[in-house]
């Protein structure tokens, strides 16, 4: 007699899973080496990065760049002035961005649609077709070799950050805002404390976002900005590429590797609220 054999449900279960999660950890590993390798060249000497074989780990272990990055470029400045673009941007724009997503969402305008959509028709036109004559009127007003160009423009909102909010907001009963308004609430007091507080997860994870556009910027600052000491971040680890006359790639490492730290930790203390806005939930528990 032919014996048959059969394969268990279980047994399936098992193999596709097991095979999920290896190729999960492959793709893991491959997003996570080349930051491993970045931070293993910061503890490199020059010698070993010019030479044409791979080589992961250091052969002798130096921390020689750490010392020089503080001494070449004020990145302890550059670090602050970035900050002093991120913070107003990031509060005052995000909030005005929620405000004219809560009009286009819940307020009755008349041709609503038409300005939303000349509003996010903007998108399609990229900054190097605009960034010459935005230069030409701040270097008019004596803006250049300063912060303020920078974040200006920011604190009016951000239209892929309105549209966004847009469709959270959908999800969110509008017979909330009905009830508010027969208690006796107009609309900004119905915005402050029935909608903000609704719409914290999608500001906390749009916030982010917009935290590491500006934090990576290099192209904005550097056509407004000369001078080293109200140089952002990304500008001045360009310059380690000009350091001592050539590239000394172990220093530039460890400026990306430092520039990176605060966005590691942002992310972490914002995980939570990033992860239950990307699934644009309804916002009511």
Known sequence: MEKKF???????????LSLSYAIMI????????????????TFKPMGETVSPELKVFPIVWTAESYKEIWQLVPFGRG???????????ILVGTFTSALGAYAFAKMR?????????VLMSSMMVPFAALFLPQYQIYSSLGLTNNLL?????????NIS????????MGGIPTALLEAAKIDGCGHFKSFLHIMLPLLWPAMAAQAVFWFLGIWNDYFAPSIYLTKEEVMTLQPLINRLNATQGGRDLPLVMTGAF?????LIAVYL??????????????GIK
Do not use: D, H, R
């Not at 160009?149 to 909102?157: A, D, H, S």
């Not at 430092?258 to 605060?262: A, E, M, N, R, Y």
């Open 79 to 89: 670090i602050l002035n970035t900050m002093t673009v991120e913070v107003p941007v």
């Open 149 to 157: 160009p920078l974040i200006l423009p920011g604190l009016f909102g």
């Open 269 to 282: 203390a914002f995980q939570k609220y990033f992860m239950s806005a990307l699934s644009i939930t309804s």
């Open 6 to 16: 059969k394969i268990s449900n279980k047994t399936v279960s098992t193999v596709v």
């Open 161 to 168: 950050m309105v549209f966004f909010f847009i469709q959270f």
């Open 26 to 41: 492959v793709l893991a590993f491959t997003m996570i080496f080349p930051y491993l390798y970045m931070v293993l060249t």
């Open 109 to 117: 305008m008349p041709c609503s649609k038409i300005i939303l959509l």
């Open 258 to 262: 430092l520039s990176s730290i605060p």
